[in-house]
C-alpha cells in the first residue's frame, strides 16, 4: 500500500503508518461488535505483522484479544547498513515519486520462500506491487525501526513465529526484537521455515 508513505519529523507518525493502522482498528472493532464474546485474534504477516505492532502499541490499541506476528518487518533505519540508509535517504529526498524495480539480484538472494508455485503466483498477482518508491521505501523503514521498539509496549498475549530460512528479515534483525517483546510473551522457531 503506497498510500502517503513519506518523510515525518515525529517519530511514528507516517501518514501511511497512521491510515494501515486505523484499518486495522475499524476492521477488528467491526468484528467485535458482530461477535461481542468472541476472542478475537490478530495475525499478521510480514508488513502486516509491522502494522499490527504499531497498532497494538499505540494508545488505542484494536479491541482483540491476542497478537501473532509472523515474520514481522523490524528492518528499520538502525540496523541498516550506513550505505543502504544513506542511499535511501538520498533517493527519498531527490526523486520521492520515482518507480524503482528491485535488481534481480536482490530478488533471487531474497527469496521469500522455497515454495517456487507461490512465488510464480505472486510475481503475475496484480494486487501486489513490485515497483516501489523511493519514498514509500523511506516510510517502511521508519515504520520497521519504530515497530522493533515498540514491541515492549504491547499489552496483549503476543506470539512471535518466526523461521530460521527467513532471508528478509534475518536473525541479526530479529532476534534483538525478540528479546524485546514483553514478559510472558510466546516463540515459536521453525527450523524449515522461510519468511512466507
Do not use: C
Request: charged fraction near 20%; charge should be positive; proline fraction near 10%.
Amino acid at each position: 500500500d503506497q498510500r502517503g508513505f513519506g518523510h515525518s519529523p515525529n517519530r511514528g507518525v507516517w501518514p501511511g503508518t497512521a491510515l494501515l493502522t486505523e484499518d486495522l482498528r475499524v476492521i477488528t472493532t467491526l468484528v467485535r461488535q458482530r461477535y461481542p464474546g468472541a476472542i478475537i485474534a490478530v495475525a499478521g504477516v510480514s508488513m502486516g505483522a509491522t502494522v499490527a505492532i504499531e497498532a497494538f502499541a499505540s494508545d488505542r490499541p484494536p479491541p482483540a484479544d491476542r497478537l501473532l506476528l509472523f515474520a514481522p518487518g523490524v528492518w528499520g533505519w538502525s540496523q541498516q547498513a550506513p550505505t543502504s540508509a544513506a542511499t535511501i535517504w538520498m533517493m527519498s529526498h531527490l526523486a520521492p515519486g520515482m518507480t524503482v524495480k528491485p535488481p534481480r539480484w536482490v530478488v533471487r538472494h531474497y527469496l521469500s520462500s522455497d515454495n517456487e508455485a507461490e512465488i510464480e503466483r505472486a510475481a503475475n498477482d496484480p494486487l501486489i506491487i513490485w515497483n516501489m518508491r523511493p519514498d514509500s521505501f523511506y516510510g517502511f523503514f521508519g515504520m520497521m525501526e519504530d515497530a522493533s521498539q515498540d514491541v515492549t509496549r504491547l499489552r496483549v498475549p503476543v506470539t512471535y513465529f518466526y523461521g530460521a530460512k527467513d532471508r528478509m528479515m534475518p536473525p541479526k534483525v530479529t532476534l534483538p526484537v525478540v528479546r524485546r517483546l514483553p514478559a510472558g510473551a510466546r516463540t515459536a522457531y521453525y527450523p524449515l521455515g522461510w519468511h512466507l
